[in-house]
Nanobody
């Protein structure tokens, strides 16, 4: 079973995108979930995570610009990304936190460029 992220694309610096990740209830419900990203030549890193009580944790590089949220009725995880920077360019993935290997999907490409 894989989690498929969507919503990526090409955006200019300062722009916004909203990513979504919908999965099954048994994977999502009452679980800590996270957004991760991997830039070319770099290791995959945690961007933000959220628990079942909507408590959130963000990487310092995205604090104040990104917002993670969840809809437990739709089993969907979201990442609202504002004021995007070129260094946000990466493939973005969703997974549980901590991540499980079998849940990695193909991710969605986010490219920030003028």
């Amino acid at each position: 079973v894989q989690l498929q992220a969507s919503g990526g694309g090409l955006v200019q610096p300062g722009g916004s995108l909203r990513l979504a990740c919908t999965t099954s209830r048994n994977i999502f419900s009452r679980r800590h979930m996270g957004w991760y990203r991997q830039a070319p030549g770099k290791e995959r890193e945690l961007v933000a995570r959220i628990n079942m009580n909507d408590d959130t944790v963000y990487d310092e590089s995205v604090k104040g610009r990104f917002t993670i949220s969840r809809d437990d009725y739709k089993n969907t995880l979201y990442l609202q990304m504002n004021t995007l920077k070129p260094e946000d360019t990466a493939v973005y993935y969703c997974n549980r936190w901590p991540p499980r290997g079998e849940y990695w999907g193909q991710g969605t490409q986010v490219t920030v460029s003028s």
